[in-house]
């Protein structure tokens, strides 16, 4: 019987041992980020070669099989998280297609939080419309982008008020950092400040759990207004190609 691990961080590198596995041949190996996520300023246990062992590298045949030329929505179906997360979206842009938003709105509402659901959560707005800037009208990719910072500041002109689910979620005293305070400050006097606003006003923060919004609703917005490439997403050359491609490699050695 192997001797039981002490410290937290001996316990974690065991659990991390049990969980690289073999796949055909090849150790999984995590980012800093997987562990820095889980309180550890480490990159996992070092890796011991067996024979013709190596470093993942490729596709993952753990997760849903990509198509060649991945589209938009295969990365909706076969990477983002299927949960409440993906409902809160699919609400929030059905909520803007009600209101009689533009097109392109709905598909920003569609899109605000594509980076929760997609791959991070901290300053999600920022990093969400970098993953689509070059897909998307610039207002769109604006207007994802602040309302990272809009979502924080009551607009009474068109009834937004401070989100009760704040209080909840960060405490009655929580003040937003100096750079949201800054981009806010930015914001308000931009010429597109009223639609990153309006997905503030679109963004649903309790939903109808009975009420079921389908992505097949939103393909032909998504269609006539995110530019999808013919190379499929990642296998282009724009600025945020990388982010799709670990998108869909996540755990590519490098
Ligand atoms: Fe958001
Ligand atoms: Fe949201």
């Known amino acids: ?35 820095l996520a889980e309180g550890r300023q480490s ?20 997760l849903p099989k990509m198509p060649d030329k991945p589209t938009l929505m295969d990365f909706f179906k076969h990477r983002f998280a299927q949960s409440r997360g993906l409902q809160h979206l699919l609400q929030s842009a059905n909520l803007a297609q009600k209101n009689g938003l533009p097109e392109k709105m709905v ?13 991070i959560r901290s300053d999600h707005g920022y990093w969400g419309a970098q993953l689509i800037e070059p897909y998307v ?6 207007a994802i982008r602040m309302h990272q910072c ?6 009474e002109s068109v009834g937004y008020g401070y989100p009760d689910v704040y209080v909840r979620m960060f405490g009655a005293d929580y ?3 100096a750079y949201i305070e800054a981009d806010y400050q930015r914001a308000k006097n931009h010429k597109w400040y009223m639609s990153g606003r309006m997905i503030c ?13 389908t992505l097949e609703q939103f ?14 997403l990642g296998n282009d050359n724009t600025p945020s190609s990388h982010m799709w491609r670990t998108l869909r490699r996540p755990c590519n050695a490098l």
């Open 1 to 35: 019987m192997s001797a039981i691990p002490q410290s937290m961080s001996e316990r974690a590198d065991a659990l991390e041992l049990e969980q690289m596995r073999a796949l055909d041949g090849r150790v999984i190996v995590k980012s800093l980020l997987f562990h």
């Open 43 to 62: 990159m996992g246990p070092p890796v011991n070669y067996g024979p013709g062992m190596h470093l993942h590298m490729g596709e993952d045949a753990r």
């Open 107 to 119: 598909l920003a509402c569609l899109l605000h939080d594509i980076a929760v659901v997609g791959f």
């Open 137 to 142: 009208d610039e207002e769109v990719s604006w």
């Open 150 to 155: 809009l979502r924080f500041y009551p607009d």
């Open 175 to 177: 003040k937003p950092d």
């Open 201 to 213: 006003v679109n963004d649903l923060y309790s939903f109808d759990p009975n009420v079921v919004v």
């Open 219 to 232: 393909e032909d917005v998504i269609g006539r207004n995110f530019k999808q490439p013919k190379e499929g």
